[in-house]
């Protein structure tokens, strides 16, 4: 058997061979027998919403479930991106405390007991704290009534989970982290499940084969019932911006699987689809989950980079673990250690690794997938000895209002436009080292909050007038000066925090380095360093309420000893600057290289920071060269109204 698939479409009595990956644009039958992610199965719903309504299904929102007394949701069918339409959901907060938070669901019959329902997510609103996913097995839909199993995500913590629910009351019975972010990807779910078991999977598109997040679970709880999808606050402050939901739909298929379909299946790959690893060295890590076939350990083959592992250098184990639950499900888990990447060569490329497997019916699956290791790019670097003014650049900003716990919360209080009173005080510093509490250290009761003690409290707040101030974000940037190889920082934080290097402090695609979007976090991240020099740096933090406090910190990795980032009085720290210094750089050109004679061009303006130089444009033929203290490469030249920019490294 093999992925693709005989389409009978009973309206045209045509057949046709389609991939899977194809199958949900082109479905339109009443019976249709196919295969998707080695699950054969008879649809019995589909919606593309390209006609732009949602006909058939059924809409819950607290409009509908108090007859019209509250305001309920919009159901609207934006662009898909492909010439097609998708299924946006949105839902304000009720103007009533007592009606709960804003919700609303969309669902189909007929009911199921077996069941795989798979739908793409291709947006949703990430400053709100919400949650939004596939509705199963539900049964007596009405506010404060559905029973039933939801698989969704928490953007605000970064969890996908699965819940039981009962009167609308959920309860988690798996959840995993996720680095789920829509505006990096469109995401497919399916969500899948016979008897106590339930399995929710989701791939980052076009890839359907290697999951990059899976929970798993056990439950008798719900039987059978409706299929759907829902989106949920979590916030019930109905005053907050933050109290809505909003998410957008596609492809949604939902299907009763053929007795013995639902294979032995991957639910773990480590490190993950396109992961930039964060842990140096790393291992390799596949599981697969049993289901209602078995996989057979014998068949397995890995291989990284195109190399073949000897199976007896392979640890296999016939159980799969899964976050928060302590008890292995039947399958068999696949680790190899990958120590021997370790140079700058193999840290800065790209790697593939391959298993291929067969189940207890001969079923033969192979999951292929590619990631690379957490590395600045070169071409961000500044030379080495260019920082001029040592320090972080630091903006706190406090809110007024209860706010909710997230990034994305923060991202938002720090930008240009915050919603009212998310910026009600703002002020700006400069700080040798990031080491803040909130707590008054004139106190002789004082204990550090972190690793290191000399704390400062946060700039503008003073703990003697607010000695439990809330709802901060904050934003630090510098240039930090490292050498080539693999680093190690550290933080401790709370509540949450990123750090990220790109081309400069707004770049929108800088590579994150470590994260919380919610909650504390005390941890270190490696990192790969290209070439030495300066790489600019920044970093959010962010608190909701009670404790507040910040550290960063690298770690030596040959002995472990922790220093602050650019502590003055330590030998070794990693220095941070917030500017750098005019470069010495004279751009010269000539007009022809036959003379090569080349000379100063006096009018060009050299951006230091931003790596580049301007120079009025001169005859229909110029050529260029950068003269410096140290070896500098162009990388593009670029015609810009009547000047030509030179972009530099």
């Known amino acids: 058997m093999n992925h693709s698939c005989l389409i009978v479409k009973s309206r045209r009595l045509q057949q046709t061979l389609v991939s899977s990956e194809n199958l949900a644009r082109h479905f339109l039958a009443a019976v249709i027998l196919t295969c998707v992610f080695g699950i054969e199965r008879a649809f019995a719903q589909s919606d593309d919403f390209n006609d732009g309504n949602d006909s058939g299904w059924t809409r819950l929102d607290l409009n509908t479930g108090t007859g019209g007394l509250l305001p309920g949701g919009s159901y609207t069918f934006p662009d898909d991106g492909f010439g097609g339409k998708a299924y946006r959901i949105q839902t304000p907060a009720p103007p009533v405390p007592d009606a709960g938070p804003a919700r609303a669901f969309s669902y189909r019959s ?30 007596n839909p009405g506010l404060g009534a559905t029973d039933g199993y939801v698989m969704n995500f928490n953007p605000a913590d970064g969890n996908l989970q699965i ?6 009351v959920p309860n988690t019975i798996a959840e995993t982290p996720a680095s789920l972010d829509s505006a990096q990807a469109r995401y497919r779910w399916v969500f899948s499940g016979y008897n106590d078991s339930l399995v929710g999977q989701v791939y980052a598109l076009p890839d359907t084969n290697n999951p990059v997040a899976s929970v798993v679970a056990s439950d008798t709880s719900h039987g059978s019932g409706l299929a759907g999808v829902f989106i949920f606050s979590r916030a019930n402050d109905v005053t907050a911006p933050s109290a809505t939901a909003d998410a957008t739909f596609d492809n949604y298929n939902a299907s009763a699987p053929a007795a013995g379909s639902l294979r032995a299946t991957v639910v773990d790959l480590t490190p993950k689809p396109n992961e930039a690893v964060r842990t140096i060295p790393t291992s390799l890590s596949v599981a697969v989950l049993n289901r209602e076939t078995d996989v057979d350990t ?6 990284v980079d195109g190399s073949v592992i000897p199976s007896a250098n392979l640890t296999v184990s016939g159980e799969v673990l899964v976050p928060n639950n302590a008890i292995p499900f039947p399958g068999a888990t696949v680790t190899y250690p990958l120590t021997n990447l370790t140079s700058l060569a193999d840290l800065t490329a790209t790697h593939t690794n391959r298993i291929v497997f067969a189940d207890t019916l001969g079923f033969r699956q192979t999951n292929e997938w590619s990631f690379t290791f957490a590395a600045l790019r070169a071409t961000n670097a500044s030379p080495t000895g260019s920082g001029s003014t040592s320090g972080f650049s630091v903006r706190l900003v406090q809110a007024s209002v209860v706010t909710d716990n997230s990034l994305a919360r923060a991202e938002l209080q720090l930008g240009p436009n915050p919603p ?6 703002v002020t700006n510093a400069v700080a040798t080292v990031i080491n803040y509490t909130q707590k008054d250290t004139t106190d002789p009761a004082y204990v550090p909050d972190g690793d290191f003690s000399n704390e400062f409290n946060f700039p503008g707040i003073d703990p003697t007038v607010q000695p439990d101030p809330n709802d901060m974000a904050m934003e630090i940037l510098a240039y930090l000066e490292l050498s080539p190889g693999v680093h190690t920082f550290g933080v401790v934080s709370d509540d949450g925090f990123q750090l990220s290097s790109g081309a400069g402090f707004s770049d929108p695609n800088a590579l994150v380095l470590g994260q919380k979007t919610s909650g504390t976090f005390n941890g270190t991240f490696d990192f790969v360093v290209p070439q030495g020099g300066l790489y600019p740096f ?3 933090w962010f608190e909701r309420g009670g404790g507040a ?9 040959s002995t472990g000893v922790m220093t602050l980032i650019n502590d003055l009085n330590a030998t070794g720290a990693v220095k941070a600057f917030t500017s750098l210094a005019a470069a010495n750089i004279v751009l010269e050109s000539v007009a022809s290289l036959a003379t ?12 230091s920071n931003a790596k580049t130089v301007t120079v009025p444009l001169s ?13 500098l490469t162009i990388d593009s030249i670029q015609v810009s109204g009547a000047n030509i920019v030179l972009r530099y490294h």
């Open 110 to 139: 007929p009911n199921y007991t077996n069941f795989v329902v798979s739908v793409d997510i291709l947006a949703w609103d990430r400053t709100v704290d919400q949650a939004f996913g596939v509705l199963s097995r539900a049964t």
């Open 596 to 607: 090569s004679s080349f000379a100063a061009e006096t009018g060009a303006v050299v951006d």
């Open 420 to 425: 009212a009173n998310y910026a009600a005080f």
């Open 619 to 631: 005859g229909s033929q110029r050529f260029y060269r950068l003269q410096s203290a140290s070896a």
């Open 163 to 168: 819940n039981e629910v009962s009167g609308e």
């Open 549 to 557: 406090n910040v550290e960063l910190f690298s770690v030596d990795r």
């Open 298 to 303: 014998n068949s397995i083959v890995v291989s």
């Open 538 to 540: 920044r970093m959010i």
